[in-house]
């Protein structure tokens, strides 16, 4: 694959780009693809449980995948800060309205909604820490894989990592599917072979009744005194 020249191909590994375009790489005859390959290899040597109902998909559901690649950090970030100054206002707006009432009338409100701001900034506090998180980690994971941004980004988007994925995830599991099925009734075929082999094998042996034998006389016996 990519054999190349001197000078040009000869690669060594390939960027993740290269990912929905593996169904196209055929073998030389034509028959199966990259992907074919790949998961015939996965089935047929790590899965120990391929072709039974206990053999699970290796990779991310692709739905999953795909909406992973539908989150945008901007979007996020940004709805983070609308939340904080909505918080700020209504905690600015609770205190008014404290200020304004009297004291027999502050009650049960003023703690509800005091503890309501409270809980609020906590979870906000938490949910901007946990984004910053994923961020973070989300950049690691594309210097991992040397990803580099789509022309006129000036970063690696979520949309652009996790679609790269997405269409190599839903090829893949068609695949493991077709031929997990494929593996399923090849085995079954195999085990009616064996079954019916094995009862072909076992023939009823018949012997011949000696007339003179003692428990061929005791038979006429018995037969003549039941018609008598």
Same mark, same amino acid.
């Given at each position: 694959?990519?054999?190349?020249?001197?000078?040009?191909?000869?690669?060594?590994? !390939?960027?993740?780009?290269?990912?929905?375009?593996?169904?196209?790489?055929?073998?030389?005859?034509?028959?199966? $693809?990259?992907?074919?390959?790949?998961?015939?290899?996965?089935?047929?040597?790590?899965?120990?449980?391929?072709?039974?109902?206990?053999?699970?998909?290796?990779?991310?559901?692709?739905?999953?995948? !795909?909406?992973?690649?539908?989150?945008?950090?901007?979007?996020?970030? =940004?709805?983070?800060?609308?939340?904080?100054?909505?918080?700020?206002?209504?905690?600015?707006?609770?205190?008014?309205?404290?200020?304004?009432?009297?004291?027999?009338?502050?009650?049960?409100?003023?703690?509800?909604?005091?503890?309501?701001?409270?809980?609020?900034?906590?979870?906000?506090?938490?949910?901007?820490?946990?984004?910053?998180?994923?961020?973070?980690?989300?950049?690691?994971?594309?210097?991992?894989?040397?990803?580099?941004?789509?022309?006129?980004?000036?970063?690696?988007?979520?949309?652009?990592?996790?679609?790269?994925?997405?269409? !190599?995830?839903?090829?893949?599991?068609?695949?493991?599917? =077709?031929?997990?099925?494929?593996?399923?009734?090849?085995?079954?075929?195999?085990?009616?072979? $064996?079954?019916?082999?094995?009862?072909?094998?076992?023939?009823?042996?018949?012997?011949?009744?000696?007339?003179?034998?003692?428990?061929?006389?005791?038979?006429?016996?018995?037969?003549?005194?039941?018609?008598?």
């Amino acid at each position: 694959m990519n054999g190349g020249s001197r000078t040009r191909g000869q690669a060594d590994g !390939f960027g993740l780009e290269i990912l929905p375009k593996l169904k196209d790489v055929k073998s030389r005859d034509n028959r199966i $693809s990259l992907v074919d390959y790949v998961v015939s290899y996965y089935l047929h040597n790590v899965d120990k449980n391929a072709g039974t109902d206990k053999s699970t998909l290796p990779l991310p559901e692709p739905q999953d995948v !795909f909406l992973a690649a539908q989150v945008r950090f901007d979007d996020l970030n =940004r709805d983070l800060r609308q939340l904080g100054r909505d918080l700020t206002r209504c905690q600015k707006d609770i205190e008014s309205v404290c200020a304004d009432s009297p004291e027999e009338h502050l009650q049960p409100f003023k703690d509800k909604m005091e503890a309501f701001v409270l809980s609020a900034q906590k979870e906000h506090g938490q949910t901007s820490c946990h984004l910053t998180t994923v961020q973070r980690s989300f950049q690691d994971l594309v210097v991992y894989f040397g990803l580099k941004p789509k022309a006129g980004d000036k970063e690696v988007t979520a949309g652009h990592f996790f679609t790269l994925w997405f269409e !190599f995830c839903a090829d893949f599991k068609a695949r493991w599917k =077709r031929e997990n099925k494929s593996i399923s009734k090849q085995r079954l075929k195999e085990a009616q072979m $064996s079954v019916k082999r094995i009862t072909g094998e076992k023939k009823v042996e018949t012997r011949k009744i000696n007339p003179n034998s003692l428990k061929e006389r005791l038979r006429q016996k018995e037969a003549s005194v039941s018609e008598s």
